[in-house]
C-alpha cells in the first residue's frame, strides 16, 4: 500500500548543521577477501551514500578511517566494488570499533557506539520476524494456488497478520525508547520500506501513524535539524492530506467510469444502479489485495442474492493481462472485472483519489457512495446492516 507522507522520509537527517565534529572507526574485516574498505555517510532513504574515506585491509582485513560529521546519521562500510554494504552504524560517539568475519556466524561486533549497537539489534530481531512473514506469505500464496480451502488459508491469514503486527508494534516501541534520532528515523524508515516489498504483503504505518513517530521523535531531539525539517514536512503533507479528505466522496454520488473488461466489453458503473455495489480497486501484483480477496470472495457468496454484487477494478500494468486473468481464477474472484490496464496512470485514480490498494466504495441502488475502505469483518457488517 502506497503511503502518502513517506516520501518525506526520504529526506537527508544530516544537512543542516554548520557545526562538523570529527570521528573516526576502526576494526578489521576477516574472509572477506577485498582489498579496499570505503566508508559512506549514507542519507535516511538515499539510493545514492557518498564516500567520505577510504583505507587499504592490510594483511589481517584492519582498517582505520575517519570523517568530519555535521551530524548524527548513519554511516555505511562497503568492501571494493559490492555494491551493499557490510556494515552500517551511526556515529553517536568520537571512536568506534567495528570487527566482522564474513565467515562467521555473528557476521559483525559494535564498540564505543551505543546506537550501533541497537541497531544491530532491531535488524537481527526484525530479520527474524521478517523471515517468518515471508515463509508465511509464500506459504498462502502457494495455498491459494492449490485452490486449498478458505478456512485453512484463514489460519495462515491469521498467523501472517498477528507476526505483521508484532513487528509493527516491536518498530515503534524501539523508536519511542530510542537515544538518537539517527536511529529513530532510520528504523522507521527501514520499516516502511520493508512494508513496501510486496515479497512480505504487509502495510505500514499509515499517514497518523508516521506523523506521530516523526513528532515524538522531533521533540524529543529538538536539536537535530535533520529530524525537525523531516517533522515540518510531514507536517505541510498532513495539511494536503487533509484537504483531500475534506472532499471525501462519501454521501456523493459515486464519479461513473467505462472501462473494458476482460474480454475487451465496455462496462460501466452506472449500468449497475438499481444494486448495492462494492467498487473493489485492486490488482494482481498487489499482495495485501490478493490476501483481502478471500473476505470479498466470502462476503459476495454470502450477499449475491440479496440485490449486491462486486464490481473488480485492477491497476494491472499494459503488460499485466495475463496474470489480471489469472489472479481471478486462482482467486475465484466469480464477478465482472475490468481495467484499463494503465497501473497508477488508470482513469480512475483521480475520480476517486485513493493513495493506496485494497481500496473499495459501497455504493447503493441510487448511485450514492454510502461507505469507503471496508475490509475484512467491517465489510460483512456494513452489508448486514444495509441488506437486511
Known sequence: MRTLIYSSLLLLIACNNNKQSSFEVEGSIKNSGAKTVYLEEASIGSFRPVIVDSAKLDKDGKFLMDALAKEETIYNLRLDENVYPVVSFINDSKHITINADLKGQEVYTVKGSHASEQLKEFLHTSGEKLRSIYNSNRTIDSLQKAAVGDSIIGLHVTEHTNTVNELKKYTADFISKSKSAALSVFVLGTFQSMASNPAFAMDGFSNEELQQLIGQTAAKFPEHQGVASINKSMLAEMQKAKAVAASSLLNKPAPDFTLPDVNGNPVSLSSYKGKYVLVDFWASWCRPCRMENPNVVQAYNKFKDKNFTVLGVSLDRPDGKDDWVKAIQDDKLAWTHVSDLKFWESSVVP????????????????????AESLRGEDLERKLSEVLK
Open 351 to 370: 475520480l476517486y483519489h485513493f493513495e493506496g490498494i485494497p481500496y473499495n466504495v459501497l455504493v447503493d441502488p441510487t448511485g450514492k457512495i454510502i
